[in-house]
Protein backbone atom coordinates (compact mmCIF):
# COMPACT_ATOMS: atom_id res chain seq x y z
CA UNK A 1 0.00 0.00 0.00
CA UNK A 2 1.45 3.28 -0.94
CA UNK A 3 2.36 5.63 2.35
CA UNK A 4 2.36 9.46 2.59
CA UNK A 5 5.42 10.32 4.30
CA UNK A 6 4.95 12.70 7.63
CA UNK A 7 1.08 12.25 7.49
CA UNK A 8 0.61 10.79 11.62
CA UNK A 9 0.79 12.32 14.05
CA UNK A 10 1.94 11.21 18.00
CA UNK A 11 -0.75 12.49 20.26
CA UNK A 12 -0.14 13.74 24.00
CA UNK A 13 -0.92 10.52 25.26
CA UNK A 14 -2.52 12.36 28.18
CA UNK A 15 -6.20 12.83 28.60
CA UNK A 16 -7.68 15.87 28.45
CA UNK A 17 -10.50 14.89 29.97
CA UNK A 18 -11.74 11.97 32.28
CA UNK A 19 -11.44 9.13 29.98
CA UNK A 20 -14.24 7.45 31.94
CA UNK A 21 -16.50 9.98 31.45
CA UNK A 22 -19.42 9.85 28.50
CA UNK A 23 -18.51 11.31 24.92
CA UNK A 24 -21.97 12.66 23.14
CA UNK A 25 -21.72 13.83 19.77
CA UNK A 26 -24.47 15.96 17.81
CA UNK A 27 -25.31 16.22 14.31
CA UNK A 28 -27.40 19.33 13.20
CA UNK A 29 -28.50 19.05 9.51
CA UNK A 30 -27.95 22.42 7.74
CA UNK A 31 -26.23 24.17 10.70
CA UNK A 32 -24.10 27.05 9.48
CA UNK A 33 -22.02 29.67 11.40
CA UNK A 34 -24.01 32.23 10.11
CA UNK A 35 -26.96 31.60 11.77
CA UNK A 36 -25.32 31.57 15.49
CA UNK A 37 -25.67 35.00 17.59
CA UNK A 38 -27.81 36.11 14.11
CA UNK A 39 -30.91 38.62 15.42
CA UNK A 40 -34.12 38.82 13.64
CA UNK A 41 -36.70 41.61 14.98
CA UNK A 42 -35.10 41.12 18.52
CA UNK A 43 -35.32 37.28 18.27
CA UNK A 44 -32.36 35.30 18.43
CA UNK A 45 -32.63 32.42 16.02
CA UNK A 46 -30.99 29.84 18.20
CA UNK A 47 -30.89 31.33 21.64
CA UNK A 48 -29.90 27.68 22.99
CA UNK A 49 -27.10 26.91 20.70
CA UNK A 50 -25.60 30.87 21.35
CA UNK A 51 -25.06 30.16 24.81
CA UNK A 52 -24.08 26.70 24.40
CA UNK A 53 -21.41 28.39 22.23
CA UNK A 54 -20.44 31.25 25.47
CA UNK A 55 -19.39 27.72 27.27
CA UNK A 56 -17.61 26.06 24.87
CA UNK A 57 -14.47 25.47 23.15
CA UNK A 58 -15.72 27.02 19.68
CA UNK A 59 -13.64 26.48 16.36
CA UNK A 60 -13.85 29.70 13.98
CA UNK A 61 -12.48 28.17 11.06
CA UNK A 62 -14.29 24.84 10.91
CA UNK A 63 -15.38 23.71 7.66
CA UNK A 64 -18.03 20.75 6.00
CA UNK A 65 -16.63 17.76 4.44
CA UNK A 66 -19.77 18.13 1.70
CA UNK A 67 -19.16 17.02 -1.66
CA UNK A 68 -21.93 14.08 -2.11
CA UNK A 69 -24.46 14.58 0.95
CA UNK A 70 -24.55 14.48 4.58
CA UNK A 71 -23.07 10.94 5.05
CA UNK A 72 -20.10 12.62 3.60
CA UNK A 73 -19.57 14.14 7.61
CA UNK A 74 -20.09 11.10 8.94
CA UNK A 75 -17.93 9.13 6.88
CA UNK A 76 -15.02 11.36 7.23
CA UNK A 77 -16.10 12.13 10.95
CA UNK A 78 -15.16 8.36 11.63
CA UNK A 79 -12.94 7.29 9.26
CA UNK A 80 -10.98 11.06 9.36
CA UNK A 81 -10.65 10.78 5.50
CA UNK A 82 -11.88 13.05 2.88
CA UNK A 83 -14.81 12.12 0.80
CA UNK A 84 -14.16 11.85 -2.45
CA UNK A 85 -16.55 13.89 -5.56
CA UNK A 86 -19.50 11.60 -6.97
CA UNK A 87 -18.52 8.62 -5.00
CA UNK A 88 -21.42 7.31 -2.27
CA UNK A 89 -18.46 5.35 0.41
CA UNK A 90 -21.12 4.26 2.51
CA UNK A 91 -23.26 2.55 -0.58
CA UNK A 92 -20.03 1.30 -2.43
CA UNK A 93 -17.39 0.67 0.13
CA UNK A 94 -16.34 -2.32 2.73
CA UNK A 95 -16.05 0.09 5.34
CA UNK A 96 -14.67 -3.03 7.79
CA UNK A 97 -11.37 -2.00 5.78
CA UNK A 98 -10.97 0.72 7.04
CA UNK A 99 -9.96 2.03 10.42
CA UNK A 100 -12.30 3.98 12.39
CA UNK A 101 -12.91 6.08 15.79
CA UNK A 102 -15.82 3.26 16.67
CA UNK A 103 -13.39 -0.06 17.68
CA UNK A 104 -11.03 2.21 19.58
CA UNK A 105 -13.50 3.54 21.56
CA UNK A 106 -15.28 -0.11 21.73
CA UNK A 107 -11.26 -1.26 22.97
CA UNK A 108 -11.32 1.65 25.58
CA UNK A 109 -14.72 0.06 27.40
CA UNK A 110 -17.22 2.40 25.52
CA UNK A 111 -20.79 0.97 24.24
CA UNK A 112 -20.96 2.93 20.97
CA UNK A 113 -24.57 3.98 19.80
CA UNK A 114 -26.19 5.91 16.91
CA UNK A 115 -28.90 7.65 16.59
CA UNK A 116 -31.23 8.90 13.76
CA UNK A 117 -34.67 9.57 13.14
CA UNK A 118 -34.66 8.41 9.67
CA UNK A 119 -35.52 4.85 8.11
CA UNK A 120 -32.35 2.76 9.24
CA UNK A 121 -31.63 2.35 5.25
CA UNK A 122 -31.61 5.95 4.49
CA UNK A 123 -28.11 6.60 2.22
CA UNK A 124 -27.28 2.98 3.81
CA UNK A 125 -26.61 3.86 7.31
CA UNK A 126 -27.58 0.42 8.68
CA UNK A 127 -24.65 -1.24 6.56
CA UNK A 128 -22.46 1.93 7.38
CA UNK A 129 -22.97 1.76 11.59
CA UNK A 130 -22.68 -1.89 11.77
CA UNK A 131 -19.68 -2.05 9.40
CA UNK A 132 -17.95 0.79 11.24
CA UNK A 133 -18.32 -1.58 14.72
CA UNK A 134 -21.26 0.96 16.32
CA UNK A 135 -22.94 -1.70 18.75
CA UNK A 136 -26.25 -0.17 18.18
CA UNK A 137 -27.89 1.74 15.72
CA UNK A 138 -31.32 3.56 16.47
CA UNK A 139 -33.37 4.76 13.43
CA UNK A 140 -37.06 5.44 12.74
CA UNK A 141 -38.02 1.81 13.62
CA UNK A 142 -36.88 1.93 17.00
CA UNK A 143 -39.06 5.09 18.48
CA UNK A 144 -42.83 5.15 19.48
CA UNK A 145 -44.29 7.20 16.78
CA UNK A 146 -48.23 6.67 18.81
CA UNK A 147 -46.96 9.16 21.65
CA UNK A 148 -44.96 11.66 19.62
CA UNK A 149 -46.05 15.36 20.02
CA UNK A 150 -45.82 16.32 16.62
CA UNK A 151 -47.04 14.32 13.44
CA UNK A 152 -44.20 13.61 11.22
CA UNK A 153 -46.85 13.52 8.50
CA UNK A 154 -45.24 14.41 4.69
CA UNK A 155 -41.37 14.46 6.28
CA UNK A 156 -39.40 12.54 4.03
CA UNK A 157 -36.70 12.45 6.55
CA UNK A 158 -37.93 10.59 9.87
CA UNK A 159 -39.24 12.10 13.40
CA UNK A 160 -39.20 14.89 14.34
CA UNK A 161 -36.37 16.60 16.20
CA UNK A 162 -38.66 17.29 19.12
CA UNK A 163 -40.05 14.03 19.72
CA UNK A 164 -36.75 12.55 18.34
CA UNK A 165 -34.46 13.73 21.09
CA UNK A 166 -36.92 13.26 23.81
CA UNK A 167 -37.03 9.82 22.71
CA UNK A 168 -33.42 9.51 22.64
CA UNK A 169 -33.10 10.88 26.01
CA UNK A 170 -35.15 7.72 27.29
CA UNK A 171 -33.05 5.04 25.63
CA UNK A 172 -29.69 6.78 26.35
CA UNK A 173 -30.40 5.81 30.08
CA UNK A 174 -30.25 2.53 29.42
CA UNK A 175 -27.04 2.04 27.92
CA UNK A 176 -24.36 0.82 29.53
CA UNK A 177 -21.74 3.53 30.64
CA UNK A 178 -19.14 5.29 29.64
CA UNK A 179 -20.71 5.78 26.43
CA UNK A 180 -20.04 7.26 22.72
CA UNK A 181 -23.07 8.41 21.23
CA UNK A 182 -23.96 10.07 18.18
CA UNK A 183 -27.38 12.04 17.35
CA UNK A 184 -28.19 13.34 14.00
CA UNK A 185 -30.77 15.92 13.49
CA UNK A 186 -33.48 15.80 10.46
CA UNK A 187 -36.05 18.61 11.07
CA UNK A 188 -33.96 21.78 9.55
CA UNK A 189 -33.22 19.54 6.37
CA UNK A 190 -34.26 21.21 2.89
CA UNK A 191 -36.38 22.47 1.79
CA UNK A 192 -36.94 23.76 5.85
CA UNK A 193 -40.76 23.07 5.73
CA UNK A 194 -41.20 20.26 8.18
CA UNK A 195 -41.74 22.35 11.06
CA UNK A 196 -45.21 22.19 12.76
CA UNK A 197 -47.26 25.60 12.33
CA UNK A 198 -47.73 25.69 16.01
CA UNK A 199 -43.37 26.27 16.60
CA UNK A 200 -43.65 29.28 14.02
CA UNK A 201 -41.71 32.08 15.39
CA UNK A 202 -44.24 35.09 15.56
CA UNK A 203 -41.06 37.61 14.29
CA UNK A 204 -39.63 35.38 11.33
CA UNK A 205 -43.23 36.22 9.49
CA UNK A 206 -41.97 39.48 8.15
CA UNK A 207 -39.39 37.39 6.45
CA UNK A 208 -40.60 37.70 2.70
CA UNK A 209 -38.46 34.94 0.97
CA UNK A 210 -39.79 31.26 2.16
CA UNK A 211 -36.49 30.14 2.18
CA UNK A 212 -35.17 32.19 4.58
CA UNK A 213 -38.31 32.15 6.86
CA UNK A 214 -38.50 28.06 6.63
CA UNK A 215 -34.48 27.80 7.98
CA UNK A 216 -35.09 30.44 10.97
CA UNK A 217 -37.79 28.81 11.96
CA UNK A 218 -36.43 25.29 11.38
CA UNK A 219 -32.98 26.15 13.35
CA UNK A 220 -35.80 27.79 16.03
CA UNK A 221 -37.15 24.04 16.68
CA UNK A 222 -33.92 22.56 16.42
CA UNK A 223 -32.53 25.11 19.31
CA UNK A 224 -35.57 24.13 21.27
CA UNK A 225 -35.39 20.49 20.90
CA UNK A 226 -31.90 20.26 21.84
CA UNK A 227 -32.61 22.52 25.29
CA UNK A 228 -35.21 20.12 25.79
CA UNK A 229 -32.79 17.38 25.52
CA UNK A 230 -29.80 18.87 27.27
CA UNK A 231 -32.68 19.63 30.20
CA UNK A 232 -33.38 15.68 29.93
CA UNK A 233 -29.60 14.48 30.43
CA UNK A 234 -28.97 16.89 32.94
CA UNK A 235 -31.89 15.34 35.15
CA UNK A 236 -30.24 12.18 34.56
CA UNK A 237 -27.05 12.84 35.04
CA UNK A 238 -26.08 11.41 32.06
CA UNK A 239 -24.63 14.99 31.08
CA UNK A 240 -22.04 15.55 34.01
CA UNK A 241 -18.69 15.65 32.94
CA UNK A 242 -19.50 14.25 29.90
CA UNK A 243 -17.38 15.55 26.69
CA UNK A 244 -20.00 16.79 24.06
CA UNK A 245 -18.88 17.66 20.80
CA UNK A 246 -21.75 19.54 18.34
CA UNK A 247 -21.08 20.75 15.09
CA UNK A 248 -23.11 21.10 11.65
CA UNK A 249 -23.26 18.40 8.88
CA UNK A 250 -22.68 20.92 5.69
CA UNK A 251 -24.07 24.72 5.86
CA UNK A 252 -27.87 25.83 4.47
CA UNK A 253 -27.03 26.90 0.90
CA UNK A 254 -28.88 29.68 1.23
CA UNK A 255 -27.50 33.03 -0.97
CA UNK A 256 -30.78 35.49 -0.45
CA UNK A 257 -30.59 39.26 0.56
CA UNK A 258 -32.31 38.50 3.92
CA UNK A 259 -29.54 35.80 4.65
CA UNK A 260 -26.73 34.48 3.55
CA UNK A 261 -25.27 31.19 4.56
CA UNK A 262 -21.35 30.98 3.40
CA UNK A 263 -18.97 33.38 5.03
CA UNK A 264 -17.50 35.85 2.17
CA UNK A 265 -14.45 34.71 0.23
CA UNK A 266 -12.58 37.01 -2.00
CA UNK A 267 -12.27 35.05 -4.82
CA UNK A 268 -10.37 35.23 -7.66
CA UNK A 269 -11.64 32.84 -9.75
CA UNK A 270 -15.51 31.16 -9.75
CA UNK A 271 -14.90 28.14 -7.16
CA UNK A 272 -17.06 26.20 -4.51
CA UNK A 273 -16.40 28.14 -1.32
CA UNK A 274 -15.63 26.55 1.79
CA UNK A 275 -18.62 25.66 3.82
CA UNK A 276 -18.04 27.14 7.39
CA UNK A 277 -20.08 25.04 10.06
CA UNK A 278 -20.08 25.65 14.00
CA UNK A 279 -17.88 23.02 16.10
CA UNK A 280 -18.69 23.69 20.01
CA UNK A 281 -16.89 21.28 22.45
CA UNK A 282 -18.07 21.56 26.09
CA UNK A 283 -16.55 20.34 29.15
CA UNK A 284 -16.58 20.70 32.84
CA UNK A 285 -12.43 20.79 32.77
CA UNK A 286 -12.62 23.38 29.21
CA UNK A 287 -12.09 26.77 29.41
CA UNK A 288 -14.55 28.55 27.16
CA UNK A 289 -12.34 30.34 24.28
CA UNK A 290 -12.38 30.84 20.64
CA UNK A 291 -10.10 28.78 18.48
CA UNK A 292 -8.90 30.08 14.89
CA UNK A 293 -7.41 27.01 14.59
CA UNK A 294 -8.48 25.59 10.93
CA UNK A 295 -10.02 21.79 10.78
CA UNK A 296 -13.25 19.95 9.06
CA UNK A 297 -14.67 16.81 10.08
CA UNK A 298 -11.94 14.58 9.39
CA UNK A 299 -10.19 16.29 12.75
CA UNK A 300 -13.30 15.04 14.70
CA UNK A 301 -11.44 11.64 15.31
CA UNK A 302 -8.34 11.91 15.99
CA UNK A 303 -9.70 15.03 18.24
CA UNK A 304 -11.62 12.75 20.49
CA UNK A 305 -8.70 10.39 20.64
CA UNK A 306 -6.29 13.27 21.70
CA UNK A 307 -9.23 13.76 24.24
CA UNK A 308 -9.45 10.49 25.83
CA UNK A 309 -5.32 9.94 25.94
CA UNK A 310 -4.68 7.43 22.99
CA UNK A 311 -1.60 7.58 22.21
CA UNK A 312 -0.96 7.28 18.02
CA UNK A 313 -4.38 7.68 15.62
CA UNK A 314 -4.71 4.96 13.46
CA UNK A 315 -2.41 4.68 10.40
CA UNK A 316 -4.99 5.78 7.60
CA UNK A 317 -6.90 9.03 9.40
CA UNK A 318 -5.88 11.85 7.42
CA UNK A 319 -6.81 14.30 9.91
CA UNK A 320 -5.04 15.63 12.83
CA UNK A 321 -6.56 17.12 16.41
CA UNK A 322 -7.63 20.50 16.78
CA UNK A 323 -5.92 19.76 20.46
CA UNK A 324 -2.31 19.82 18.78
CA UNK A 325 -0.28 22.55 17.89
CA UNK A 326 0.23 21.44 13.91
CA UNK A 327 -1.24 23.18 11.48
CA UNK A 328 -2.84 21.62 8.88
CA UNK A 329 -4.04 22.38 5.61
CA UNK A 330 -7.80 21.77 5.30
CA UNK A 331 -8.73 19.14 1.94
CA UNK A 332 -11.76 18.95 0.11
CA UNK A 333 -12.05 16.84 -2.79
CA UNK A 334 -13.99 18.55 -5.05
CA UNK A 335 -13.99 17.68 -8.92
CA UNK A 336 -11.27 20.40 -8.65
CA UNK A 337 -9.68 19.29 -5.34
CA UNK A 338 -9.35 22.46 -2.83
CA UNK A 339 -6.90 23.29 -0.27
CA UNK A 340 -7.14 25.70 2.67
CA UNK A 341 -4.40 26.83 4.75
CA UNK A 342 -4.16 30.29 7.29
CA UNK A 343 -7.28 31.14 5.41
CA UNK A 344 -5.79 31.29 1.52
CA UNK A 345 -7.85 29.10 -0.78
CA UNK A 346 -5.79 27.32 -3.61
CA UNK A 347 -7.38 24.90 -6.41
CA UNK A 348 -5.17 21.97 -7.31
CA UNK A 349 -4.72 22.89 -11.22
CA UNK A 350 -3.66 20.78 -13.73
CA UNK A 351 -0.29 22.77 -13.39
CA UNK A 352 -0.41 22.88 -9.97
CA UNK A 353 -1.38 24.83 -6.98
CA UNK A 354 -3.05 27.57 -8.00
CA UNK A 355 -4.27 30.36 -5.21
CA UNK A 356 -7.98 30.95 -6.12
CA UNK A 357 -9.41 33.34 -2.98
CA UNK A 358 -8.95 33.62 0.38
CA UNK A 359 -10.81 34.70 3.61
CA UNK A 360 -10.91 38.55 4.33
CA UNK A 361 -10.54 38.05 8.01
CA UNK A 362 -6.92 36.69 7.48
CA UNK A 363 -6.25 38.50 4.41
CA UNK A 364 -4.49 37.49 1.10
CA UNK A 365 -0.71 35.91 1.28
CA UNK A 366 1.71 33.91 -0.22
CA UNK A 367 2.29 31.02 1.32
CA UNK A 368 4.88 28.05 0.68
CA UNK A 369 3.29 24.43 0.11
CA UNK A 370 4.73 21.57 -0.61
CA UNK A 371 3.11 20.81 -3.54
CA UNK A 372 4.31 17.33 -3.67
CA UNK A 373 3.34 16.00 -1.07
CA UNK A 374 -0.18 17.07 -1.59
CA UNK A 375 -0.69 15.84 -4.85
CA UNK A 376 0.64 12.67 -3.38
CA UNK A 377 -1.76 12.90 -0.30
CA UNK A 378 -4.36 13.27 -3.20
CA UNK A 379 -3.22 10.19 -4.84
CA UNK A 380 -2.89 8.16 -1.14
CA UNK A 381 -6.79 9.54 -0.82
CA UNK A 382 -7.92 8.00 -3.80
CA UNK A 383 -6.29 4.64 -3.32
CA UNK A 384 -7.70 4.27 0.37
CA UNK A 385 -11.07 4.74 -0.78
CA UNK A 386 -10.90 3.06 -4.10
CA UNK A 387 -9.01 0.32 -3.20
CA UNK A 388 -11.62 -0.52 -0.47
CA UNK A 389 -14.66 -1.13 -2.65
CA UNK A 390 -17.64 -3.58 -1.35
CA UNK A 391 -17.86 -6.79 -3.71
CA UNK A 392 -20.95 -6.58 -4.13
CA UNK A 393 -22.26 -2.68 -3.00
Keep these: ???????????????????????????????????????HEGREVTPFL????????????????????????????????????????FKVNDLVAFDSLIPVLNDRGYATAAFHGNDKSFFYRDKAYEE???DRFYSREDFDETTMRFSNEGSTFGVNDHDFLLQSADILNEIEQPFFALFITVTSHTPFDFVPESMHIAQFESIMNPLVRGYFNSMAFVDSALELFFAELERSGVL??????????????????????SRPFMLERQVKTPESVPLMILHSELEPRLSLKEGSHAALAPTILDFIGESRTPDDFMGYSLMSDFEAP??????????????QLYVLAPDGLEQVGYDPSFGRRSIELPEQEYIAMLDYIRDVIFSRRAVDP
Design 1 to 39: RKQLPERREELSGSPIVDTRQNIICIQIESLDSVILDHV
Design 50 to 89: NSLKRKSLYFDNFYAQHVNGSFDAELSFFTSVYPLNKHYG
Design 132 to 134: LGF
Design 240 to 261: EDALILIYGDHDAGIDKQEYRS
Design 330 to 343: VLFLHELPQLLHQG
